[in-house]
């Protein structure tokens, strides 16, 4: 599977647009780009997914490179309950079901 | 309903008891996981079944056993295990088909061997 890199841990003040940064430089032409997050004590959870254009959804937009070496997710306006780990994973397409690899993830933190 | 329930939040078992984890879901997905989350890790695959079928075993030892019963009710077999399986036993489904494999996590099971 084509791995990805993420910061270990990065901070926001509340209120303000947060960037996570992702680096996948050995992604193949069929691999999905998938953002998750786990809050403490909590289930892992859907964020968002793209493939090559760029996606917003009501939680975060998923901005992706032309080459697709690498992606960023941003959530517009980070709130406390935004604190969360959240794991970049790509999964690859032509299959019937997502297996997904779990990296170290990114630890946000997010001040008032 | 985008639930996914799991049953026991917690579990205490000795290394001779035999257990069973329990997962439900009602949202029609065909494709259901187990995961298995050491204490400030990743989460790790351990099986996934597709249309009540075992379709992945990522070398899971066999003191695990998984079941799936019908397409809503996933269940994990515990028998004889080991204080280093005291993890969180997360249960997740999918739909089978499509690009999206979205996820849907439970809260999870805290497992203690003791």
């Known amino acids: 599977d084509a791995k990805t890199t993420q910061p270990n841990s990065m901070e926001s003040n509340e209120e303000e647009p947060v960037h996570l940064p992702c680096n996948h430089s050995?992604?193949?032409?069929?691999?999905?780009i998938h953002w998750y997050r786990q809050l403490p004590s909590q289930g892992p959870e859907y964020v968002i997914h793209?493939?090559?254009s760029n996606v917003n959804n009501r939680m975060a937009s998923l901005a992706i490179a032309e080459d697709r070496k690498s992606s960023t997710l941003i959530l517009h306006r980070a709130t406390l309950r935004d604190a969360a780990v959240y794991y970049c994973?790509?999964?690859?397409?032509?299959?019937?079901?997502?297996?997904?690899?779990f990296g170290q993830g990114t630890i946000l933190t997010v001040h008032p | 309903d985008t639930e996914v329930t799991q049953t026991p939040k917690h579990l205490v078992m000795g290394m001779t008891n035999k257990k069973s984890l329990k997962c439900e879901q009602h949202m029609g997905h065909r494709a259901m996981y187990w995961y298995k989350q050491k204490a400030k890790k990743p989460p790790e695959l351990m099986f996934v079944?597709?249309?009540?079928?075992?379709?992945i075993n990522e070398s899971v030892p066999s003191r695990f056993s998984p079941e799936c019963p019908n397409s809503s009710l996933l269940n994990l077999h515990l028998h004889a295990l080991q204080p280093e399986d005291s993890a969180l036993y997360l249960c997740?489904?999918?739909?089978?088909?499509?690009?999206?494999?979205?996820?849907?996590f439970g809260p999870g099971t805290r497992l203690t061997v003791t």
């Open positions: 793209g493939l090559t």
């Open positions: 997740a489904s999918s739909q089978v088909s499509g690009s999206s494999y979205e996820q849907y």
């Open positions: 050995t992604i193949s032409g069929t691999d999905y």
């Open positions: 994973i790509l999964t690859p397409g032509g299959t019937s079901y997502g297996k997904l690899t």
């Open positions: 079944y597709s249309y009540e079928k075992l379709s």
